[in-house]
């Protein structure tokens, strides 16, 4: 295990607390024949993974990217400033949203609007960042950051504060974003394959209690030269059958995949890492309740759950 050390303050959880941080939600939305659509914003259960749906069905990352803006506010700024800070007094801090994709292997940082001074008044700032078509897969991280910006000059009591502009002072949170898949409980990927059938499974795991539950481990394919295509993806996608029914095949295949391997037992005792393949099984066995006793009830109780709300 890494352990990072930093050699001057940042933010801790007493310093947060005063900041009086407050973050509004993220607002996503693409253009589609010059129309400004928004993206519906799911949360994936642990209050920090989102899933991005488009109600249209219109929307793929290749095709369109699409936008993010956000507004935040902190309440009292003066709490960064001077020797019981993270900033000398007479310095300006930068505040970032930072993004970073492992499965697309890119990264990148935006800027908030104006830096924050040392200040009594409640400082509000917005960020508005555009990601092209194609740039980002699967999933990536947003956090909000906040760096030096200036270092400005340092008193004989703030000699021990960050002086080199850049230097990063303290995360404030962090939200894993899933862009791939129309409304399905896992990533999905679109395929050009003439001649193949209209979906299939991967799962490309070595070990489901470790492994991330993203495109790399597991993933549906999706054939858009398929003439069954066009019925998939029709309409209101959340009231897709057939794309219900594909998602239902695909997570039977997994769990049986899972149920067929040295690891189940330590699936079923919730033993897996966060954001694992393990852990997401787990939890549609206890808490979506899913029958994993036969193949039959595994398939019921999936199609039943899908059919009350994918």
């Not at 960050?162 to 862009?179: E, H, M, S």
């Not at 394959?193 to 490309?204: D, F, I, K, T």
Request: proline share 6%; hydrophobic share 40%.
């Amino acid at each position: 295990m890494s352990v990072s050390i930093s050699l001057f303050p940042v933010v801790d959880e007493v310093i947060f607390q005063r900041l009086g941080f407050e973050a509004g939600p993220y607002m996503f939305y693409y253009t589609y024949e010059r129309e400004e659509r928004p993206l519906e914003v799911e949360d994936l259960g642990d209050g920090s993974s989102l899933k991005l749906v488009d109600p249209k069905g219109d929307w793929n990352p290749e095709d369109y990217g699409f936008f993010v803006r956000r507004e935040v506010v902190i309440r009292h700024p003066h709490v960064l400033f001077g020797p019981k800070g993270v900033a000398p007094m007479g310095s300006s801090v930068g505040l970032s949203m930072l993004w970073l994709s492992r499965s697309s292997a890119v990264r990148g940082a935006a800027p908030f609007k104006i830096p924050i001074k040392n200040d009594t008044a409640a400082a509000v700032r917005n960020v508005e960042y555009e990601f092209p078509p194609g740039m980002l897969r699967g999933e990536f991280i947003l956090t909000t950051s906040l760096f030096l910006l200036e270092g400005g000059v340092r008193s004989r009591e703030e000699m021990h504060l960050a002086q080199y502009p850049g230097t990063i002072l303290g995360d404030l949170d962090r939200f894993k974003i899933v862009i791939d898949g129309r409304g399905s409980m896992f990533p999905i990927l679109e395929i050009r394959e003439p001649s193949q059938p209209l979906w299939r499974v991967e799962c490309n795991w070595s070990d489901p209690l470790v492994d991330a539950f993203d495109t790399d481990s597991v993933v549906i394919y999706l054939n858009a030269s398929h003439p069954g295509y066009k019925e998939l993806v029709q309409g209101d996608l959340k009231e897709s059958y057939l794309l219900k029914e594909v998602t239902a095949s695909a997570l039977h295949v997994i769990i049986q995949q899972a149920q067929n391997s040295e690891y189940w037992g330590d699936i079923k005792d919730g033993k897996a890492e966060h954001g694992s393949i393990g852990e997401a099984l787990h939890y549609f066995i206890t808490t979506l309740d899913w029958n994993t006793e036969s193949p039959e009830q595994l398939a019921r109780s999936i199609r039943s759950y899908l059919d009350r709300g994918m």
